[in-house]
Structures are given as C-alpha cells and as structure tokens.
C-alpha cells in the first residue's frame, strides 16, 4: 500500500530550483532511500517532506491525506538529521526519552526502550553524560536513538545519520537499521551521498542529480538495468566502464567501433540504434563483467591492452589497462598477480554491454534486451 507520494513537486530558493517537478511514491514498510551527490536536491526533497521547507509548487500525501501546507508536528513524523539537534542541558538518557515522556509513557517502558535502542547504536556505557562531553559520532547515533525510540510514527525520515561515525561502526549500525526496520516495519525515507549505504539498505533508492529524479528502482534495478550515464557511474565501485562509439557497415555486416575494439552486432541492434537516430553512442561495461584471457565462446569479445596500474584493496584487485584511446578498469581476485606494464588480454559477454546516448546520456538498451 502506498505511503507516501510526491506530485510536481518543486523548490526554489530565489531563482535557484533546488527539486524539479519530483514524482516520487513510497510504499508501506518500506526503506527509500534519496542518493545522491552533494546539492542534488535529497535533503531538500527529506526537509519538504518533514514540514520543515515549504514547497513552492506541487502536491505532498501521506497515508493519502494531502499534508502539503501542515505543520512539521501535524505530520506524526520522526526525524533524525545529520546536525544532532540534542538538548545541551539534557542527559544522554533524557534526549533519548524525551519524545516518550511527551507521550505519557511510563517510567518503566521508557526505561526499557531506551536502553534497548542505547544498546543497538552501542551507547549505553555514556546514557548520563551530556552532550558536550561526547564525540560527534556519539551525538549522531543519540540522535538516530531518539527517533527509533519513537513508536506509532507515520514515516522516519534520516538524513545522513551515521555519515560521522568510522567505517567499521557505519557498517555495524546500517546492519541495525536493517534489522529494526524488519522488526518494526516502519517506513524510512533515508538520505545519504553514499552509493554502497543505498544499495545495503535500500528496498528502493531514488537517484537525484541536479534537483531532478534520475531513476527509481531497487538496487538490482539500478545496478543491471541504469537508465542513464549519470545513474550508471554513480552505481556501482569501481564504476562502469564507458567507450565512446560509431556505427560501421561493411560487407554487410555492423559493427560497434571505436578505437579500441570493433564488435559485430546483429541488424535487429542496428534498426535500434537508426530508430534512435543517434550513430556516436557509448557503451558500457562494469569492471566486474571482464575475463582474463581470450575466449572463442560465442557471444564474446575480446581486447588487448597494457597495465599502466595496479591497486590492491583487499579481497579485491583493480587493474587499469590502456587499450589505444581507451582506458579500462577491471576488477580481479588478490591472488592473481597482474604486474604494470604487463600486456593483458581480456574477454567480455556481449550482452554485459550497455548502450546510451553520446548527446542526451539516456540508456537505449544492452545487448541482452535489444
């Protein structure tokens, strides 16, 4: 069932057009998270969403009342935002509690759901220390605290609530999101800039770029099926690969060339790119979709290139080759030793390949669905 739903809605400050025309719709129970870059328009769209902006033209509904022109505390919204908003005199414990004891509850049940949520964000050991004493990755999880704390809330909305916290806490806590969430079923609108937090919390992620929607869909979605150049390379690490192409007949064949590989593609693909009426294109390739070696298998193709570098991440190993004009990232396991310099020869299923406009950046397809 829908939750919430967003119609034409737009944002101006002065002349400036912060969210553009946004259609955006949330189901029940579920995690959507707004990804982006930095002034894309994600916490502007959250702040709209909150009360706490006016929208300047368009429509908001929650639970299908229109809730455009309510204020923030008519809303039954909680919010947890990346900029604390603690109670300086209060104690850790009292900021958490606080939405609960303006609820009337017990002592007893504040007593319990606060040190339940303390022990999730791990801050139970600092529940009677004030906010000054504490770490800014201290005060964020507080913050996120009291929001979960919260119970009977139409929406949660966070914006970037763990974006202070180290690498290995960020990742303990999204983990504890998740498990709430699954718990509870509460509706989340989440707002991050990071693409790999989207993808693991995300039910649904919208992606935003220059105040406009770009794509909505689930992670696979996004991942395998991008609709444009700017989702493809904001999805995914390392990110896809793209080449610049034409479109040669010869002999009465097709290819997809450019100055690193020529590929011969069938004329059903060919009609689809004339239908288009684009002949300079791009093709894309993720790291991860590239064999080491040649392979006479049909359906694939193959280039070779020079190392020009190596980087170790870990369980993982980038390879950057310069084929011609062109240059590639892909990915390999540690233990295979590529050295730079080294020649490489790699190949690549033909139906891994995306397509898009060279001019609008708009997907036509891949190799797969055309």
């Known amino acids: 069932m829908e939750k919430l739903r967003l119609e034409k809605v737009w944002k101006y ?5 912060a969210v553009k025309e946004l259609n955006l719709s949330c189901e029940e129970e579920e995690i959507l998270v707004l990804l982006g870059p930095s002034g894309c328009g994600k916490t502007s769209t959250l702040r709209i969403i909150a009360g ?25 919204i909680a919010m947890a935002f990346e900029d604390y908003a603690l109670y300086s005199p209060l104690t850790v414990y009292e900021n958490i509690s606080f939405p609960l004891r303006i609820k009337k509850f017990s002592k007893i049940d504040i007593n319990k759901k606060v040190k339940r949520v303390a022990e999730v964000l791990r801050i139970d050991d600092i529940l009677n220390k004030l ?40 990742n303990e806590i999204r983990t504890e999101i998740k498990r709430l969430h699954e718990e509870t079923g509460q509706t989340i609108i989440y707002v991050t800039h990071d693409q790999m937090e989207a993808m693991a919390l995300g039910d649904k992620i919208a992606v935003m770029n220059l105040g406009t929607l770009q794509q909505l869909g689930s992670p696979e979605e996004l991942y395998d099926q991008p609709a444009n150049l700017f989702v493809a390379s904001f999805i995914g690490e390392p990110p896809m690969n793209f080449i610049e192409c034409g479109i040669e007949k010869k002999d009465g064949r097709q290819y997809l060339k450019s100055s690193s590989m020529k590929i011969e593609i069938s004329p ?4 689809s790119l004339e239908e288009e009426q684009d002949q300079d294109i791009i093709l894309g390739i993720r790291p991860g979709d590239f064999l080491l070696g040649k392979t006479d298998k049909p359906g694939f193709a193959h280039i070779e290139g020079r190392v020009y570098f190596v980087e170790f991440i870990g369980d993982m190993t980038l390879i950057h080759v310069k084929v011609q004009q062109d240059r590639f990232i892909i990915t390999v396991l540690t233990e295979i030793r590529i050295k730079e310099n080294e020649n490489l020869t790699v190949s690549f299923p033909l ?11 708009q997907v036509i397809g891949n190799l797969r669905k055309l």
Not at 53 to 76: A, C
């Open 351 to 361: 139906q891994s390949i995306h397509i898009f406009h060279k001019q609008t950046g």
């Open 268 to 271: 059903e693909i060919v009609n």
């Open 13 to 17: 400050y002065g002349k400036v057009e």
């Open 52 to 76: 706490l902006e006016k929208v300047s033209r368009g429509d908001i509904y929650l639970n299908g009342e229109n809730i455009t022109h309510s204020l923030p505390r008519e809303r039954n």
């Open 131 to 170: 906010p000054a004493e504490l770490s800014g990755g201290q005060q964020q999880r507080i913050s996120l605290a009291r929001a979960l704390v919260k119970e009977g809330v139409a929406l949660l909305l966070m914006d970037e609530p763990i974006s202070h916290l180290d690498a290995r806490l960020r």
